[in-house]
């Protein structure tokens, strides 16, 4: 026997704006800060560059520096990116901030709180069932699936457990794409 068609319905999580740092303020202790415009800061020594990102403190309004390349050969950098640097591309600020391996190594963490929507389709949904569903991120933000599962159908969490099968686990933090299927209600 065959499955039923399935409808695919193409979901998209995408920024609004950057995400807030938690990082801990030298002068005020606070855990928020901030990219804001989002510019850098290259400073030449002979041959070597250092780049730093700027981030300012959300409470005290103290500006602080991420280390983004520290004595850095000005022959290994791509002109494009050094440019970006010169300039403050919004893109480079992005990618950079994004970058786990710049996290780890600055301490500091995301707070996603309000810098993503979630972008559904409208759709009839009460002709076929079940209605299978294809979840993308176009940044990394970290979600639980149930939760952001029942905000796009508008269910209770309940009713997700219940209708849903999912190929992760409900209830554990992704930021990776997935895919669901929703069974028809009773």
Not at 101 to 108: G, I, K, T, V
Not at 157 to 184: E, I, M, P, Q, Y
């Amino acid at each position: 026997m065959s499955s039923p068609p399935h409808i695919v319905l193409p979901w998209v999580v995408r920024r609004t704006r950057l995400p807030l740092l938690s990082l801990r303020c030298v002068d005020c202790r606070s855990e928020s800060a901030t990219t804001g415009q989002g510019r850098f800061r290259v400073n030449a020594n002979g041959k070597l560059l250092d780049v730093w990102l700027l981030v300012r403190c959300v409470t005290c309004d103290r500006t602080s520096k991420l280390t983004v390349h520290e004595r850095t050969p000005v022959s290994s950098f791509d002109p494009d990116e050094l440019e970006g640097y010169r300039v403050n591309d919004a893109d480079l600020v992005a990618s950079r901030l994004l970058d786990p391996l710049l996290a780890r190594r600055c301490h500091f963490t995301l707070d996603w709180t309000g810098a993503w929507r979630l972008d559904v389709p409208s759709a009839v949904t009460d002709e076929a069932w079940p209605i299978r569903v294809a979840v993308a991120f176009e940044d990394p933000v970290p979600v639980r699936p149930e939760r952001l599962i029942a905000q796009g159908l508008g269910l209770s969490r309940n009713d997700v457990r219940r209708r849903v099968k999912c190929d992760v686990a409900l209830h554990r933090s992704t930021s990776a794409g997935f895919t669901f299927t929703v069974l028809a209600g009773d």
